[in-house]
T-cell receptor, first 116, second 111 residues
Framework: NAGVTQTPKFQVLKTGQSMTLQCAQD?????MSWYRQDPGMGLRLIHY???????DQGEVPNGYNVSRSTTEDFPLRLLSAAPSQTSVYFC???????????????FGPGTRLTVT | GENVEQHPSTLSVQEGDSAVIKCTYS??????FPWYKQELGKRPQLIID???NVGEKKDQRIAVTLNKTAKHFSLHITETQPEDSAVYFC??????????WGAGTKLIIKP
C-alpha cells in the first residue's frame, strides 16, 4: 500500500495564479481532508469529505475548492493564489466508524507551497 | 467554536527524565483523543490514542490519561531519548469524523 500520496512536493506560484494539489489514497477510506500548517503552527482544516460526492467546509475554506468524484482522490484547487496561502498543505484520510466514530487519520507527505 | 488548548508550547527535559504534555477540550461530545508526533519537515504520525470509555492507555514508554469530567487529557513520555525530540499535537474528535487540533508542543531532549 502506498497509503496517502500527494503531488507536487514543492510549488511556487505567482499571485493570482491557480493550481490543483493532488491527493490520493489506496486504503479505501471514506473520510478525507485537507489541512494547512503555517510555520510553527498547528493544523487548520480547510475542507473535508465523508465520501464520494460529499464535501464540506472546515475552519479556513476561503480561496479553496474541493471535489470528491471517487473514493481514492480528493484534489484541492487554489482559485487565485495569494501570499497568505503560503503554507504546507497536508492531505489526510481515515475510515469511518459506526455511529460517527472517528479513527486514526493517515497523512500524506505534504506539499510546500510558496506564493510570491 | 470548539477548541483544544495545549500546554506547554515548548518543553525542555533532560535525557532520561519524563515529559508531560496537557490538553483541554471544549466539546463534551468528543470521544476520541489522538496524539501525533511530527518531526521536522515530516508528516504528523499517530503515536497513541484513547477513547472516552477508557481512562488510561500505555504503549511502552508512552501513556495517555483522560479525565472526561474535567475535559482534559495528557501525554506522558518516560525515560526520554534524543529521538523523542519533535513537535507533539493533541486532537479531539468533533461530529462528522473531524478532528480539532491543539497548537503543538515542541519537545527538546537535552543530552
Amino acid at each position: 500500500n502506498a497509503g496517502v500520496t500527494q503531488t507536487p512536493k514543492f510549488q511556487v506560484l505567482k499571485t493570482g495564479q491557480s493550481m490543483t494539489l493532488q491527493c490520493a489514497q489506496d486504503m479505501n477510506h471514506e473520510y478525507m481532508s485537507w489541512y494547512r500548517q503555517d510555520p510553527g503552527m498547528g493544523l487548520r482544516l480547510i475542507h473535508y469529505s465523508v465520501g464520494a460526492g460529499i464535501t464540506d467546509q472546515g475552519e479556513v475554506p476561503n480561496g479553496y475548492n474541493v471535489s470528491r468524484s471517487t473514493t481514492e482522490d480528493f484534489p484541492l484547487r487554489l482559485l487565485s493564489a495569494a501570499p497568505s496561502q503560503t503554507s504546507v498543505y497536508f492531505c489526510a484520510s481515515s475510515r469511518r466508524g459506526l455511529a460517527g466514530s472517528t479513527y486514526e487519520q493517515y497523512f500524506g507527505p505534504g506539499t510546500r507551497l510558496t506564493v510570491t | 467554536g470548539e477548541n483544544v488548548e495545549q500546554h506547554p508550547s515548548t518543553l525542555s527535559v533532560q535525557e532520561g527524565d519524563s515529559a508531560v504534555i496537557k490538553c483541554t477540550y471544549s466539546d463534551s461530545a468528543s470521544n476520541y483523543f489522538p496524539w501525533y508526533k511530527q518531526e521536522l519537515g515530516k508528516r504528523p504520525q499517530l503515536i497513541i490514542d484513547i477513547r472516552s470509555n477508557v481512562g488510561e492507555k500505555k504503549d511502552q514508554r508512552i501513556a495517555v490519561t483522560l479525565n472526561k469530567t474535567a475535559k482534559h487529557f495528557s501525554l506522558h513520555i518516560t525515560e526520554t531519548q534524543p529521538e523523542d525530540s519533535a513537535v507533539y499535537f493533541c486532537a479531539a474528535s468533533l461530529s462528522n469524523y473531524q478532528l480539532i487540533w491543539g497548537a503543538g508542543t515542541k519537545l527538546i531532549i537535552k543530552p
